[in-house]
């Protein structure tokens, strides 16, 4: 497995939040440390294709922060400094570590967030909208130039306040990501391949549904496909693993240049990878210190991992 972007790959489209995280689990705690979907799925991506992040930060938002996503291929042309504080996000987990407690949110410059692509932007080919209002996702789409592939993520608060605008997205996209609990929400199934299919039936042509340390798993009209969690010995904070997930999916699929159903396989994979990596360090930190060597190797030892012969 190269990481080396193919000859028909382009860059990503990753629009979402930027944002200061305070994180306690039990096993440590960091303050005031990058967060956001937005970073987390642009940090993932880039391992595999440039990536061109829409954001808004506020004059609090260290420089040095700044630098840390431009030393990777994020062109941060789209992200824009707003007079005011960043959006903030303070929770913890106990030992189930599926599950995040939100004690303060502070949305600040991010509650006035319009996403203005610049104009190079508008022809990427690959696009993700990560999890932001529903209404702000289609005023992305409504600015794009015929994407090749969209993904879009949500989560219960715009499921259950902004519904009809959910399933207008889902009608546009290519890809729906969200964890089983959105699953089960949005589509009124308990059974979740009862819920896969639903989600189809609202217009993505796939749909993937992340069940944290568990793995995932992908669905389409005609394929099926399980991708298990990676074994890890030791987890510090799961914060942004889903997001991180989705920015390695559509990463690799720009990358490839199609999504084919053997190209999202493997882009789930690499999904399932990326997040085990974040979840062994606060914030983006085992992220800015990986190498695409880790990457590769831990790629292989899934797939060995899920070998088996014929019955």
């Avoid at 902004?162 to 009124?188: K, P, T």
């Avoid at 010995?233 to 240049?257: H, I, M, N, Q, S």
């Amino acid at each position: 497995m190269s990481l080396s972007a193919g000859p028909s790959g382009g860059p990503v489209l990753i629009v979402g939040s930027v944002a200061y995280d305070s994180v306690r689990t039990p096993f440590g705690e960091a303050k005031e440390v990058m967060g956001g979907a937005a970073s987390y799925a642009s940090v993932s991506a880039s391992f595999f294709s440039p990536v061109r992040l829409v954001g808004v930060v506020g004059e609090d938002f260290k420089y040095e922060h700044v630098a840390q996503l431009g030393h990777r291929d994020i062109d941060l042309a789209g992200l824009r400094r707003s007079p005011g504080k960043t959006f903030r996000w303070e929770g913890y987990y106990e030992y189930d570590l599926n599950q995040a407690h939100t004690t303060a949110t502070e949305l600040n410059v991010f509650q006035d967030f319009q996403p203005h692509l610049p104009a190079e932007y508008r022809n990427t080919p690959f696009v993700f909208l990560a999890n932001i209002d529903p209404a702000l996702q289609l005023s992305v789409l409504d600015q794009m130039r015929l994407p090749k592939i969209v993904a879009c993520d949500t989560m219960n608060f715009w499921i259950e306040g902004a519904r009809d605008r959910v399933l207008e997205v889902l009608a546009r996209c290519n890809i729906a990501l969200m964890n089983d609990a959105e699953a089960r929400q949005l589509s009124g199934e308990v059974n979740l391949i009862a819920a896969a299919r639903q989600i189809l039936n609202y217009g993505p042509r796939v749909a993937v549904i992340k069940k944290g340390e568990h793995g995932s798993f992908m669905m389409s009209r005609d394929s099926y496909f399980v991708a298990p969690g990676y074994p890890l010995k030791e987890v510090r904070d799961p914060t942004g693993a889903g997001d991180t997930f989705a920015g390695g999916l559509v990463g690799y699929l720009a990358r490839c240049g199609d999504a084919d159903d053997e190209a999202l396989r493997r882009a789930v994979i690499c999904g399932s990878v990326m997040a085990s990596f974040t979840v062994e360090d606060f914030s983006l930190n085992r992220l800015f210190r990986l190498t695409p060597e880790e990457i590769a190797e831990r790629y292989y030892q899934i797939v060995a991992m899920t070998r088996f012969g014929a019955f």
